[in-house]
Nanobody, 126 residues
Framework: QVQLVESGGGLGQTGGSLRLSCTAS????????MGWYRQAPGQQRELVAT???????EYADSVKGRFTISRDNSKNTMALQMNNLRAEDTGVYYC????????????????????WGQGTQVTVST
């Protein structure tokens, strides 16, 4: 199994910055894809940014040029630098790990379903 823990959420101001972090733990061999998703009140969860293990990133149009995703594969960590915050960035931000390979006992297993963190609240005030 893979456990994901987010940190760094909180209250930000319009035009300000926040940095989120995600740490994956467990007997991890590799994680191909990691990403950030967010869910605003009354809305569906949506993709914010993803990065594969080669460092190729994709962003939602709404955050391009403002947010930057990064990963440290050797530490199984991921970060999201959020600049020029807007009120519409408010929501719960979730870390997701997909196509993970991990050890269970003496077996190496590949996950079919993604792993999710518990989420961290980001609130942007005007």
């Amino acid at each position: 199994q893979v456990q994901l823990v987010e940190s760094g959420g909180g209250l930000g101001q319009t035009g300000g910055s926040l940095r989120l972090s995600c740490t994956a733990s467990g007997r991890i061999h590799s994680i191909l894809d990691m990403g950030w998703y967010r869910q605003a009140p009354g809305q569906q969860r949506e993709l914010v940014a993803t990065m594969d293990d080669r460092g190729v990133a994709e962003y939602a149009d709404s955050v391009k040029g403002r947010f930057t995703i990064s990963r440290d594969n050797s530490k199984n960590t991921m970060a999201l630098q959020m600049n020029n915050l807007r009120a519409e960035d408010t929501g719960v931000y979730y870390c997701k790990a997909s196509r993970a390979t991990f050890f269970s006992g003496d077996q190496m297993l590949s996950s079919i379903l993604p792993f999710w963190g518990q989420g961290t609240q980001v609130t942007v005030s005007t």
